[in-house]
């Protein structure tokens, strides 16, 4: 009887060892195979080239900070007042206003008294006193005095009245004189911008007495 429970209680204790070993292998969990997934292979370093070292990241160089340099406005073309010319102002200079009341051609007939006027203007810087005169220059000498002094003085601005009397000449025909202004130094001058245009008479002569023209006052 004794040998029968051991027995069975060996039988037992074989079926409780078998039972824990199905519980375990149950319990185990199954490995996990990847579907279609290639392995990469391994590259392989060539046998003649040595390993290629591993480069390692390093912080960059700090960068230099450069002054910006600030930026200048476009140059602009400044417009000056031009600098004022002086004017240049001739001492003896004159101009011509008007012929008087005997313009170029008049006709007068042999013999006519001709009072011939002109109306001049001191453009120049110096005052004529009454040693300036008028001069005879060419053509033909109505006048047998060649000169005829100012009668008064003209300063710069003013005008005066140089008036000349003679007769027409007994031959008919045109007859042209030609007078210019002197200083008292001898310094002949005449009008326009040069100063170098003599003032003229120029008449026209008829045959047979005519009337007298008159003076410009």
């Not at 008064?152 to 007994?170: M, R, S, W, Y």
Request: hydrophobic fraction near 40%; aromatic fraction near 6%; proline fraction near 13%.
């Amino acid at each position: 009887m004794k040998n029968k429970r051991i027995i069975l209680a060996a039988f037992a204790l074989s079926v409780l060892i078998l039972i824990s070993c199905n519980l375990v292998t149950v319990l185990q969990p199954a490995p996990v195979v990847a579907a279609n997934v290639t392995p990469i292979p391994a590259t392989a370093t060539p046998p003649d080239q040595p390993p290629q070292p591993i480069l390692q990241a390093t912080d960059p160089s700090p960068r230099v900070q450069v002054p910006s340099t600030p930026s200048l406005p476009a140059p602009t073309l400044g417009i000056s007042d031009p600098t004022p010319t002086a004017t240049i102002t001739v001492c003896d200079q004159a101009q011509l206003v008007s012929e008087g009341n005997q313009p170029v051609g008049t006709v007068f007939h042999s013999g006519d008294a001709v009072v011939k006027t002109w109306q001049v203007m001191n453009s120049g810087s110096c005052t004529w006193t009454t040693d300036y005169k008028v001069v005879f220059d060419h053509g033909y000498d109505f006048v047998s005095t060649r000169s005829v002094n100012l009668v008064k003085p003209v300063v710069p601005g003013q005008t005066v009245n140089i008036i000349l009397t003679f007769h027409a000449p007994d031959p008919q025909g045109n007859y042209a004189s030609y007078w210019n202004l002197e200083d008292p130094n001898g310094t002949i001058f005449g009008v326009g911008p040069n100063g170098s245009v003599p003032l003229s008479i120029r008449i026209n002569v008829q045959s047979g007495p005519g009337p007298m023209p008159t003076a410009m006052k």
